[in-house]
């Protein structure tokens, strides 16, 4: 055992459980504690850096953990035979599900090893081993999961859930076609007790889009503009969440606090709701789609672009298993956006396979601008296109954005000092590369595709 300040217990030592089976059963009460305990005195405090980079301790209520378990429960309904991993670090709030769920409902919990969440092969064989029943994911390491061909021998599986990243269709297409077992997607801040909207997903329901759903019990969720008005049903807005999932607020950060958590119009006198900072917009059917990051907003040549837009149009290509859109600034004063996409398993095997087929990832970078100029305004067309082998990940198995690589500008299919096209600048089709005119000469890399908008 790692060598430590702190004092370790374990729980299976002889002399541990004897004290346990010793110990007065009854129930603790106030009597019992220093002061009264209150549903809305906090139950943890757990650190988030959200998109500031700055750890912030949010101060859960005991009612906001409860709400979000019972509702589980209900949802879920975990039963004594049940089984779920226990995986997530516990700076990640979907912890809490997996400690606290099995344990009030008499279902077994199986502990990963460390470091196990990130390791698909050996949740394989440990869902197996185990016969669990009930696992949540990430939906990057869901995609990582399923590249593993014995994931289809997790026949114990009854529930998966996805939550911490927007999950894109083809991931949940490929899981539906490994697994027949149900894939919920549900989303939620720190601030507001993990998961606020829940869906289940269904391709012939969702379409090219997986909503994140609608609100579970006692959480109401307003779409709202800059002046604190609803939007209407297919305009997208910023979320807002009130209800008692709400967090009391950041731990020593009484300004913050005030920031974030702000009076809501829509409820009684002294209400408070969560400013999340996402974008999302409810669709014709009440339910919500995850847009994209309010502070992910850029503006490319004085046009206000959503990342998440261009990701999700991206997403609908079927030899993209996986995309991330950024805007770079290598250049000072030269903001662009970049594409990186991961070619579905099945690209990557025909490439390999066909001598003369080339790069793979030449020939995706190729076809993924095309489709977006099919498909995009010319602004929202990435200017470059770089495929990758994997996303690279946080500990918590997230997207990590600022690890993605800076791309080789120069290889794609504009020369770095920026030709000009034959056909002169003004052609509508200039960024989209639907005019071959427009398609200049040069070496091309698998690595990057540089489509020309300047």
Known sequence: MARTAAEWIRLDDPAVRATVAAADARAVTDTDRAAPLRPG????????????????????????????LAWMQEEFRLEAEDRIVQKASFGFDASVWELFWPLLNGAGMVMARPGGHRDPAYLTELINREQVTVIQFVPSML????????????????????????????????FQAMLAVPLHNLYGPTEASVAVTSW???????????????????????????????????????????GDGLARGYLGR???????????PFGPAGELMYRTGDVVRWDTAGRLEFVGRVDDQVKIRGVRIEP????AALAGHEQVAQVAVVAREDTPGDP????????????????????????????????????????LPASMVPSAVVAMERLPLTANG???????????????????????????????????????????????????????TR
């Not at 998440?308 to 990701?311: A, C, F, K, N």
């Not at 690890?403 to 030709?419: E, F, K, N, Q």
């Open 41 to 68: 005195h906090p139950a943890y405090v757990m650190y988030t850096s959200g998109s500031t980079g700055t750890p912030k301790g949010v101060a859960v209520p005991h009612h906001g953990v409860v709400n979000q």
């Open 143 to 174: 995609r990582a999961f399923l590249e593993d061909a014995a994931v289809e021998k997790c026949t114990s599986l009854r529930t998966v859930i996805c939550i911490g990243e927007a999950l894109p269709a083809p991931v949940r297409d490929r």
């Open 200 to 242: 289940r997903c269904d391709p012939e329901r969702d379409g090219g889009t997986v909503p994140i759903g609608r609100p579970i019990w006692n959480i109401r969720a307003y779409v709202l503009d800059g002046g604190l008005q609803s939007v209407p049903p297919g305009v997208a807005g910023e979320l807002y969440v009130a």
């Open 254 to 264: 009484p300004a913050l606090t005030a920031e974030r958590f702000v009076a809501c």
């Open 308 to 311: 998440g837009e261009i990701e």
């Open 336 to 375: 662009r956006l970049v594409a990186y996409v991961v070619p579905d398993s099945g690209v990557v095997d025909e490439a390999a396979g066909d001598a003369g087929a080339g790069d793979g990832g030449e020939q995706l970078t190729a076809v993924v601008r095309e489709f977006a100029a099919s498909r």
């Open 398 to 452: 997230k997207l990590d954005r600022a690890a993605l690589p800076a791309p080789d500008y120069s290889a794609g299919t504009v020369r770095a000092g920026g030709a000009r096209s034959r056909c002169g600048s003004n052609c509508s089709a200039r960024s989209s590369s639907r005019c071959s005119e427009c398609r200049l000469s040069g070496p091309r890399r698998a690595s990057s595709s540089w489509a020309g």
